[in-house]
């Protein structure tokens, strides 16, 4: 009798219309992955009396696999968001059990954690001393101090001297009368403390045509010391050659008296490399120092490499972590717990963790999700499938039913 067969049928299209079912209502959730049913035939183990002939007894969901393929994805206005393009898991405390997923909406708890939308906690590289440590990967927590400032050791200037002027018709030099010099610029400088400090830099042309007398002052008060070449004082003297380039060595010595309680005085070379001597107006191409205030994070964002970056009001940025991925040399192994979350296995294999883009690992993009990989029509044909699939198999309970019927009815 073919109820056996019917029936395995029906169960087996009932699972089928199950796994698409699931398919099509996960189809806008993040980093979801779709499910595959996979059938196989069943035979009954004893031969027939031919020893040749079997007939089939019905049909067995032999799996259901999920399908890794990679989901579309879609940009988000959250910098914490994460898109992994390529293979690879996130790394995910979920209560002291470590789980992985593909779903990257991240956002920090109040404790600077970066989480998942439940609390779980996600893994990477922690910073020491201003580097990415790479030790056993550990929750991620983002750190808010202030970043320190840094006191100016080095400015540069790139400008261009007039050459057509002619020295000032009045002196000596005095900063406050600007017919004793010929051009003026200034730039901020940092100290020890973050305290910020105006440079400026006077410049008169000597009776040389190719020479010109360098003056400072830092807040008003002219620089406590200038060397170059070996001598001290003010000016400098810089001269240029006959094409309009610099022919004084760079850069040179400055100091200045500070207060406010830091350093002082605050020392810093002063490098006019790159500037020129030619007949057009005075000015200035570019301004360069290494110093900086204090600053408070402002922004975060997150590298191809998983480098989590920092940016800062002084305008700095700073390395405050970096994301870890996992990866398995058999993700169809691992154990789907739901919510987004599965756990290793010993079908998957031990995972493989690392930086992103390292090894078979791919790159993550900030500010991005991974969309489900659902197809969603391909699921609705599945779905006619499977429901002529589970009609069709009624049809044969029926069509033995009836012949079950008319043996009955013999006389």
């Known amino acids: 009798m073919s109820f056996q067969q019917g029936l395995s049928g029906l169960n087996a299209a009932t699972a089928y219309l199950d796994v698409t079912g699931n398919n099509i209502a996960n189809t806008a959730t993040v980093g979801f992955k779709s499910g595959s049913t996979q059938f196989a035939d069943v035979y009954a183990t004893s031969l027939t009396g031919s020893g040749s002939l079997q007939v089939g007894i019905g049909v067995q969901v032999a799996d259901i696999a999920q399908k890794f393929t990679q989901g579309n994805t879609s940009v988000t206005n959250n910098p914490l968001d994460v898109a992994i393009n390529g293979e690879g898991f996130f790394r995910i405390n979920n209560a002291g059990m470590i789980t992985y997923t593909r779903n990257g909406q991240f956002q920090l708890d109040k404790d600077g954690y970066v989480v998942n939308n439940g609390g779980m906690r996600l893994t990477g590289y922690n910073v020491s001393g201003g580097q990415i440590v790479q030790a056993a990967p550990a929750d991620i927590q983002i750190s808010f101090a202030d970043i320190s400032p840094n006191a100016t050791s080095r400015a540069g200037l790139?400008?261009?001297?007039?050459?057509?002027?002619?020295?000032?018709?009045?002196?000596?030099?005095?900063?406050?009368?600007?017919?004793?010099?010929?051009?003026?610029?200034?730039?901020?400088?940092?100290?020890?403390?973050?305290?910020?400090?105006?440079?400026?830099?006077?410049?008169?042309?000597?009776?040389?045509?190719?020479?010109?007398?360098?003056?400072?002052?830092?807040?008003?008060?002219?620089?406590?010391?200038?060397?170059?070449?070996?001598?001290?004082?003010?000016?400098?003297?810089?001269?240029?050659?006959?094409?309009?380039?610099l022919t004084t060595g760079m850069p040179f010595a400055a100091s200045a008296v500070v207060g406010g309680g830091a350093v002082s005085p605050l020392a810093f070379d002063l490098n006019l490399t790159g500037s020129t001597q030619y007949g057009s107006n005075f000015g200035v191409n570019s301004v360069s120092q290494d110093g900086y205030s204090s600053g408070r994070i402002a922004a975060l964002s997150i590298a191809q490499d998983g480098m989590i970056m920092g940016s800062y009001t002084n305008g700095q940025s700073n390395i405050l972590g970096q994301v870890a991925l996992a990866n398995f040399v058999s993700p169809r192994g691992l154990q789907s717990l739901g919510n987004n979350q599965w756990a290793e296995t010993s079908e998957s294999g031990q995972p493989i963790v690392g930086a992103p883009s390292t090894g078979t690992l791919g790159l993550v993009q900030s500010g991005a999700v991974e969309e489900s990989n659902v197809d969603l029509t391909a699921e609705l044909v599945n779905l006619i499938v499977a429901q002529r699939m589970y009609q069709a198999n009624a049809q044969t309970i029926r069509a033995q039913d009836q012949i079950l019927q008319t043996l009955i009815n013999l006389r």
């Open 158 to 245: 790139v400008l261009n001297l007039d050459a057509s002027k002619s020295a000032p018709a009045v002196a000596p030099f005095d900063p406050a009368n600007a017919s004793t010099y010929n051009d003026s610029t200034s730039m901020t400088l940092y100290d020890s403390l973050g305290n910020s400090h105006a440079l400026t830099l006077f410049f008169v042309k000597t009776a040389n045509p190719r020479e010109w007398q360098v003056y400072g002052q830092i807040d008003g008060t002219a620089l406590a010391n200038v060397n170059l070449g070996g001598g001290a004082g003010l000016p400098v003297t810089v001269d240029f050659n006959a094409s309009g380039q």
